[in-house]
């Protein structure tokens, strides 16, 4: 199984939340941001891993997907 571009888009915003602290969200800008990441946040949103359509906060489903994803991160990027 591989991972579809889509897939390792909404990864990758996953990967820019915080973790230590609950009050700290994101916000992509449609004005400026790449639009292959305006749109793996707007799936994310619509799929009820974040609460707004440009990022927001980490719903309980996002923040675990989100501990996972970082999770992965590290762990294929330690030697």
């Known amino acids: 199984m591989s991972y579809s571009s889509e897939q390792l888009d909404e990864l990758a915003i996953l990967a820019l ?16 941001a790449e639009p292959n990441a305006i749109a793996a946040t ?22 675990e997907a989100a501990e996972h994803a970082q999770v992965l991160s590290t762990l294929l990027a330690s030697d």
């Not at 939340?17 to 400026?32: A, D, F, P």
């Open 17 to 32: 939340y915080n973790l230590t602290t609950s009050q700290e969200g994101i916000k992509v800008h449609s004005k400026t």
């Open 42 to 63: 707007e799936r994310l949103f619509s799929r009820g891993f974040v609460t707004r359509i440009d990022g927001g906060y980490l719903t309980d489903l996002g923040r």
